[in-house]
């Protein structure tokens, strides 16, 4: 923008604040005065200020107000003005926190760490090494919960800096795994885990060829759905027998055990020997039976840390991130993978 445009915007522009927007957001996700209100920890006749300050500045500036009130009980109206008005607020801020995270994480004030529910082990391990440290330097250190249906989108959208989770290995390897560093905790197959009685699906292995055979309880996406993408290819819903979706592996538990659905879930090996056999007196028993890939590509369940190596590059050696992973890399020197 040429500085004589700057020089020459308007004066109600430039009384705009980002308190202001934010509000405007908040309303225009919850729909009202009130429900904004309550999200910001405010009075509803201080958010209701705000907007009216932000339509008199609207209309003056545009020829339109934003928001358009529609009687009690209805949520407000948003103008064309207002529509673009909040898509433009939104792509602000987050350009202006992504440029603070950024700058945050530069200066090392700030490391974020995403893990799943079963790796969180792994960062509170790294954590107790440096807790005492980051805590002098006054590191912001956040840990974040995330699906391992999202490991590698989070991780690639810069939405942490480290992250903690499984993925599914072939032989020929993961080309995403070259702009990475990587410390493997453990590696080896999946399982089944199933309430269906040993007459009806005997203990032994079952091959991976013959799950079009065995009734099966999968989630959408994640870990799962990556294997047996693997395997039977993108459309693999179409060749196996699907008897119940989940959206987590804590409902297709409960799912079993409740005996409302026959059949086996995949599962990594150390929550299959967890569950098997501890289950309530009135709960269907559950048996973890062993998978046999007799399949091309072979594919295994590999669980580690994974961090960008530009960052690490980037960094000096006693930058938090650097500092993290040194220690996620003597901790594995030292863990004992559950057996």
Not at 48 to 61: C, F, G, I, P, V
Not at 71 to 90: I, M, N, S
Not at 201 to 213: A, E, K
Request: aromatic residues 6%.
């Amino acid at each position: 923008m040429p500085p004589d445009e700057i020089l020459d915007c308007p004066p109600g522009l430039l009384d705009m604040t980002f308190d202001q927007l934010r509000t405007l957001l908040v309303v225009h996700e919850t729909g009202s005065a009130l429900r904004a209100a309550r999200a910001l920890g405010r009075e509803q006749s201080s958010v209701q200020k705000q907007l009216d300050t932000l339509n008199r500045t609207s209309q003056a500036l545009c020829g339109e107000v934003l928001t358009v009130r529609q009687g009690r009980g209805k949520d407000f109206l948003f103008t064309p003005t207002g529509e673009t008005t909040v898509e433009l607020a939104r792509g602000t801020f987050e350009s202006w926190l992504e440029a603070v995270h950024r700058s945050r994480r530069r200066l090392g004030r700030m490391l974020t760490v995403g893990t799943t529910e079963f790796t969180l082990p792994i960062v509170s391990r790294a954590w107790n090494r440096l807790s005492e440290e980051f805590r002098e330097r006054e590191v912001e250190f956040k840990v974040a919960h995330v699906r391992t249906k999202d490991v590698w989108s989070r991780l690639e959208t810069n939405q942490v800096d480290l992250v903690c989770g499984s993925i599914v290995s072939t032989p020929e390897g993961d080309r995403r795994l070259k702009e990475y560093e990587v410390v493997e905790y453990a590696r080896g197959q999946a399982l089944l885990l199933t309430n269906l009685p040993e007459r009806e699906l005997p203990g032994t292995p079952v091959r991976t060829s013959r799950l079009p055979g065995v009734p099966l309880v999968l989630p959408p996406a994640g870990l799962v759905a990556d294997l047996l993408a693997t395997w039977y290819g993108p459309n693999y819903r179409e060749r196996l027998n699907v008897v119940a979706d989940i959206d987590d592996v804590h409902y297709g538990l409960s799912l079993l055990r409740s005996g409302f659905v026959r059949g086996c879930m995949i599962v990594t090996g150390s929550i299959g020997r967890g569950m098997a056999g501890r289950d309530a007196p009135d709960a269907v028993e559950l048996r973890a039976i062993g998978l046999d890939d007799d399949m091309e590509p072979r594919a295994e369940l590999m669980t580690g840390a994974f961090v960008r190596r530009a960052d690490l590059e980037r960094y000096g050696a006693d930058h938090p991130l650097n500092r993290l992973w040194e220690a996620v890399r003597e901790d594995v020197r030292t863990y004992t993978p559950l057996a």
